[in-house]
């Protein structure tokens, strides 16, 4: 009996270390415990070799501009400053200063100018330096310079009676396609092959009508996230953590019906055992947590939802500069170029 | 980097430029340190970008040595998801 009793302790421990859970009214269990001392009998003390042993990463998905995958065995706090780094700062390139030369159309030159701003550019940062603080000219190692030039006319040829603007007028809509890398200094013989454009062609900046022009001399530097969100490199980098729904006792039949809705599509899957209907958990994955279960009364104490603690589905969307697999290499070596920059000063510190 | 304190044990470090990013992944790696009796990080005041982190070591033990060694561990870490990330997408451009 007292074997049972310290079974069901150690399993609830193990519940308390390892999933996050989900009660009707609130979440328990979401701090990170599993540091030495904490325990008794559990060896919680940092390893290197168990952390690697434990580690491992799986990719889900990799399309074009997104990227799904999975790391087991790491801990909240690292995944976050992972997540938080890709936000805000992996550097890239983006317009910070517009020289307007010309701007009769009727968006404000400073409207004009934020909206250049957020364009994203296609141009490798890792090609190009920081600019120095104070520098206002820009040398050729940190700045790329683009042109947009652009006037609107009247159509001759177009009908008398028609009022489809694409007819009438030439240039009225100004997309980022327009926009045109002039080189600086060597830049075409550092750059021999290179083609620095926006991502997409189709970014529609202003509109015009006939007589109106734009002629803006733009300088993109390279910046951080952190600096200005036109920077960060991401549409989007988020985690979830991998969810655990276990059943309690057997659901059958009609009940088993109302839990398969309960759940998003996929999750809950009703076999058919000796002619009853059983409900099982066929994918917990896929599942959002809507929390449905819990408004039923019949189902609520029949489920345990929860998520384990050190499983982390990451999913990485690229606004198209860098690739995300680049992105996420990228940055976790900004998170060791951190540790690097203490561990400099610590032995540059005189020890007292 | 900024050391203060009473003795050689406890000591708190100002990290200028540095947020939660480094803040938490750094105290959990301290907090692992089983040498370590009080490890923690604060930001002083959102506006400003520094942090005051604290160590606080059971015995004669110097706090520096379980700061440089959790700088040391989260390098290790850091090389090592990068090493597994690796080698999973060139394993995944393989296969397909």
């Known amino acids: ?352 | 980097v900024q050391a203060d304190g009473t003795d050689g044990n406890c000591v708190t470090f100002v990290l200028h430029d540095e947020d939660h990013t480094l803040g938490n992944s750094l105290r959990y790696m301290v907090m692992k340190n089983p040498d370590v009796e009080f490890c923690g990080y604060c930001i002083t005041h959102p506006s400003e970008s520094k942090i005051n982190f604290r160590i606080q070591t059971r015995g004669a033990l110097p706090a520096v040595e379980p700061f440089r060694k959790g700088l040391n561990d989260l390098m290790g870490v850091c090389q090592h998801v990068l090493n597994t990330f690796e080698v999973r997408l060139s394993e995944g451009l393989r296969g397909l």
């Open chain 1, 1 to 352: 009996l007292a074997a049972v009793a310290a079974m069901a302790a150690k399993r609830s421990t193990d519940e308390m270390r390892d999933r996050v859970v989900l009660g009707e009214f609130g979440v328990r269990n979401v701090h990170t415990t599993d540091f030495p001392g904490n325990y008794p009998g559990y060896e919680d003390a940092w390893d290197q070799r168990r952390f690697e042993e434990a580690f491992r990463v799986d990719i889900i998905r990799e399309e074009e501009g997104a990227l799904e995958f999975d790391m087991v065995g790491i801990d909240a706090a690292i995944a976050n400053a992972f997540r938080r780094i890709l936000l805000a700062e992996v550097p890239t390139m983006a317009v910070e200063k517009v020289f307007v030369y010309n701007n009769t159309s009727i968006v404000q030159d400073e409207i004009l100018a934020h909206r250049l701003g957020l364009i994203p550019i296609r141009a490798d940062p890792r090609l190009f330096e920081y600019r120095n603080q104070g520098d206002e000219e820009g040398t050729e190692i940190d700045t790329l310079q683009f042109q947009l030039k652009i006037k609107c006319s009247r159509n001759p040829q177009a009908a008398k009676e028609s009022s489809d603007p694409n007819e009438l007028y030439f240039n009225h809509k100004v997309y980022s396609k327009h926009m045109t890398w002039v080189p600086l200094g060597n830049q075409t013989d550092l750059f021999p092959d290179a083609d620095f454009r926006p991502v997409h062609d189709d970014i529609l900046i202003a509109l015009l009508r006939p007589g109106q022009e734009i002629d803006v001399l733009m300088h993109c530097v390279k910046g951080i996230g952190k600096d200005h969100a036109k920077f960060s490199p991401v549409a989007t980098a988020s985690y979830r953590l991998l969810p655990d729904i276990t059943l309690l006792q057997p659901v059958e039949d009609e009940a088993a019906e109302m839990l398969q809705k309960c759940f998003s599509p996929g999750v809950i899957e009703i076999q058919n055992i000796k002619g009853k209907k059983v409900a099982r958990v066929a994918n917990a994955r896929l599942d959002t947590f809507s929390r449905e279960v819990f408004r039923h009364d019949s189902l609520k104490n029949l489920v345990r939802l929860a998520r384990v603690r050190n499983h982390y589905i990451f999913s990485v969307e690229s606004t198209g500069i860098l690739p995300p697999d680049v992105l996420v290499s990228e940055a976790i070596k900004i998170l060791m170029g951190k540790c690097q920059r203490f561990l400099n000063e610590l032995d540059s510190l005189p020890m007292e």
